[in-house]
């Protein structure tokens, strides 16, 4: 009896070695197949960043007729972050900025959640209403900017509006004031990204288990209830995403804000992306601007690394 057994086993076991041979084989066939195109896309994700780099430790410029494979002929170390640490402007971009941020993506969450729950569920002309809702989405930002530019003209319609609505006639210069320059900015913001903060918490409403929230109801669970107990939890990746997406899409604000103030008055509204735009193409201090945006790409790969891992929590939270 236990020789067979014996017999038995030495075959299983020979084809078990055989069989780990074979998928060591495959995965070292594998991977010399996918080597080219492995290097290729290791080449394209990590040439940009040594440039960027490379020229951030320099005072190259193109005005100094020096190719920039020749730019370590104007090495300066690392004055450019010293510089950077010290310049007023660039931290009052940075703050303007997170302003910007602090204010725009929770308004784009609050108000994209409200309507995400409002077409959960049905009423006349939904599907009239689902398409209105997206066209801000759509509309390029180039073209948002120069809507909500003549809209709050002194004689524009906001103003109008206002007039109507207080009785009193109101000529508010909104764009070339310091004080609410940046709030129509805000405003033009929220109006055109809602609808996708709206579409993503749709989706993660959509993916709530109805059975969980018939049993809850059920059982006598108020709306709250079980939007507290049931639906925040089962969404909390999703909003992790929809906040992340907005957080960094915040940072890149520009199209909208340059067309409506260029950053001004003055300086009212110069964001990151605009100080970096100006000082590119007006000062043509490229060293300075890698440096610049080496900086803020750290920064939001800080952003990104703590939205993965809270995303990672709400998983395993979700999964417990």
Not at 62 to 69: D, I, M, Q, R, Y
Request: charged content about 15%.
């Amino acid at each position: 009896m236990s020789a067979l057994a014996t017999e038995e086993k030495v075959p299983v076991a020979g084809r078990r070695v055989e069989s780990a041979v074979h998928a060591e084989d495959g995965r070292r066939l594998g991977f010399v197949l996918t080597l080219p195109a492995q290097i290729l896309v290791l080449f394209i994700a990590l040439f940009p960043l040594l440039m960027q780099l490379y020229i951030s430790l320099t005072d190259w410029s193109p005005l100094e007729g020096t190719g920039w494979w020749r730019a370590y002929e104007l090495w300066n170390g690392f004055a450019n972050y010293t510089d950077l640490a010290v310049d007023g402007r660039f931290w009052s971009a940075l703050g303007r900025t997170a302003l910007i941020m602090i204010v725009c993506v929770p308004a784009e969450f609050l108000l994209g959640l409200g309507l995400a729950i409002l077409f959960m569920d049905d009423f006349a002309g939904k599907r009239f209403f689902y398409s209105v809702m997206l066209i801000p989405m759509m509309v390029v930002p180039a073209v948002a900017g120069y809507m909500f530019f003549m809209l709050f003209q002194s004689g524009g319609p906001v103003n109008d509006i206002l007039s109507t609505l207080t009785g009193t006639q109101i000529t508010l210069a909104w764009l070339s004031s310091p004080g609410t320059a940046l709030i129509a900015v805000m405003i033009a913001d929220i109006w055109q990204w809602t609808p996708l903060m709206f579409l993503i918490l749709l989706a993660g409403l959509v993916g709530v288990p109805e059975d969980q929230m018939r049993a809850a109801t059920l059982l006598g669970a108020s709306w709250w209830q079980r939007f507290r107990t049931i639906v925040l939890p089962k969404m909390k990746t999703i909003i992790i995403i929809a906040l992340a997406i907005r957080v960094i899409e915040n940072f890149k604000i520009f199209d909208t804000l340059y067309i409506m103030t260029g950053g001004g008055p003055g300086v009212a509204t110069e964001t990151i992306s605009v100080y970096i735009y100006k000082v590119t193409q007006q000062d043509l201090i490229w060293g300075y601007v890698a440096a610049i945006a080496l900086v803020i790409l750290i920064v939001l790969s800080i952003l990104v690394s703590l939205a993965i891992s809270r995303m990672n929590a709400a998983k395993k939270e979700a999964t417990a």
